[in-house]
């Protein structure tokens, strides 16, 4: 009889969109991941309205639901708490957690600011268990595969990072706002929620930190009708923010995100430039990575596209389908989960953890004053961390952490 896995018992905060791309992964992890060493029980889900949390919970095949988040911290049947909600409460709801003695995965951006991230970094070195941040866009194979080819030098030295991530759906006046337009709920607008990805994704893939910003914002609809039809709220949030960096090795980058730019949906795009070659990244092609290097051949030199969905060489895509059966955005999240058990349960580093959410959010403030004081802004950084080592074996092999 094969033996049985132990049981990791998850309680899960918020159920609305993350928390629902979260259900999704910890129902299908343990289907396509066969060597998780846990067998995840999607124990209790919490919310704050009971009707629409037990539709919720019925859904996505929760035990149990709760809306009382002390007494499921209380539990001692609960192994991991996942914080599914928005900004303003991820600080309180980590901080308890990590005082009941809980595993925590929190979404990004870490906190609402520096001073909160840095706390929650520190709470969770105290507590001594593992903390993960949600930055699942790293997860894709094409991302994973990216990171894995500039750790081998296939492009060279890192020269110049353009991140762009551009929506639309505040480009109507008359679109309703939420808690991600009031600052002291979301810490920032398209900033904290799109640049946030940009600032993880170029310090995955360049293993580079950002040690000067200058920042542009702007808000173009300043007051926006309330959601809850009670009168009008003021929008003290970016709806864009560009910023200009300068990078660890002298690597120069630019960063722009945005929620009016009419057309683009999810538009978030990398192209890193380096001394030798050229890797492009773009989420709504998320299989694919696009390639120049100079070491090709002359006649056949030119941009090409690889598919990343080769099962013995791209991260992940052997535990879904045949090679080429392209996967997904929920995929993303199902890889990091199946990671976060993995350096659960082994003890290896998982990253991004809470030292990557608050050099994450070092950039975020130091961008953000910037663009008040339009001045460059040197990035307080008060973390280290070591480089991943270059592999020269195929991507899979060299157990991508993160
Ligand atoms: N990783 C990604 O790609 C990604 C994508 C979207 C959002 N996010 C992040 O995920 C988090 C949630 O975003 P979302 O899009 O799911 O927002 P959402 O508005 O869809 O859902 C947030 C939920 O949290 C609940 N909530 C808020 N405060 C709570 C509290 N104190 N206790 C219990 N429930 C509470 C709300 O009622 C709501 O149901 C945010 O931090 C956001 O930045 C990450």
Redesign the pocket.
């Known amino acids: 009889m094969a033996a049985t896995k132990p049981r990791l018992n998850v309680a899960l905060?918020?159920?609305?969109?993350?928390?629902r791309a979260h259900s999704n992964a910890y129902q299908q992890v343990n289907r396509f991941f066969p060597d998780c060493p846990y067998e995840v029980v999607r124990k209790v889900l919490?919310?704050?309205t009971a009707g629409p949390l037990a539709e919720a919970a019925k859904t996505w095949g929760w035990e149990e639901t709760s809306t009382d988040?002390d007494a499921v911290l209380a539990r001692d049947d609960i192994d991991l708490v996942d914080v599914?909600?928005?900004?303003?409460?991820?600080h309180a709801?980590t901080m308890k957690a990590l005082k009941a003695g809980k595993h925590v995965f929190c979404?990004?951006?870490l906190a609402l600011n520096t001073a909160q991230a840095r706390e929650m970094k520190a709470a969770a070195d105290k507590a001594k268990v593992r903390v993960g941040l949600?930055?699942?866009?790293r997860r894709s194979p094409a991302a994973s595969t990216a990171a894995q080819l500039i750790r081998d030098g296939k492009i060279g030295e890192v020269r110049q990072v353009r991140g762009v991530y551009l929506q639309d759906w505040l480009w109507d006046d008359s679109c309703p706002a939420?808690?991600r337009m009031t600052e002291k709920v979301c810490g920032s607008g398209a900033h904290g929620?799109l640049n946030a990805?940009l600032i993880d994704m170029t310090r995955f893939l360049t293993q580079l930190e950002f040690d000067e910003v200058s920042g542009l914002r702007e808000t173009f609809t300043k007051k926006r009708r309330n959601a809850n039809g009670k009168g009008m709220v003021t929008v003290d949030v970016d709806d864009a923010l560009i910023f200009l960096a300068r990078l660890s090795n002298g690597a120069i980058a630019s960063f722009e995100a945005t929620r009016v730019a009419p057309g683009r949906k999810n538009y978030n795009r990398i192209e890193i430039n380096g001394s030798k070659g050229t890797i492009v990244w773009n989420f709504e092609r998320m299989n694919e990575l696009e390639f120049f290097s100079f070491e090709d051949d002359g006649p056949v030199q030119g941009f090409h596209t690889i598919m990343c969905m080769n099962g013995a060489v791209h991260p992940y895509a052997g535990n879904y389908w045949p090679d080429g059966h392209i996967i997904g955005y929920e995929h993303t999240f199902t890889n990091t989960v199946a990671d976060f058990l993995t350096a659960l349960k082994t003890k290896a580093p998982f990253r991004p953890d809470f030292a990557d959410g608050v050099a994450n959010q070092e950039v975020l403030d130091a961008s953000l004053e910037s663009a008040k004081s339009h001045k460059w802004v040197k990035v307080e950084k008060s973390q280290k961390f070591a480089k991943e080592k270059a592999t020269k074996t195929a991507a899979k092999k060299a157990g991508i952490t993160g």
């Open positions: 905060i918020g159920y609305a969109f993350m928390g919490v919310g704050r988040i599914a909600t928005s900004n303003d409460s991820h709801i979404e990004k951006p949600w930055h699942n866009y939420t808690w929620d990805h």
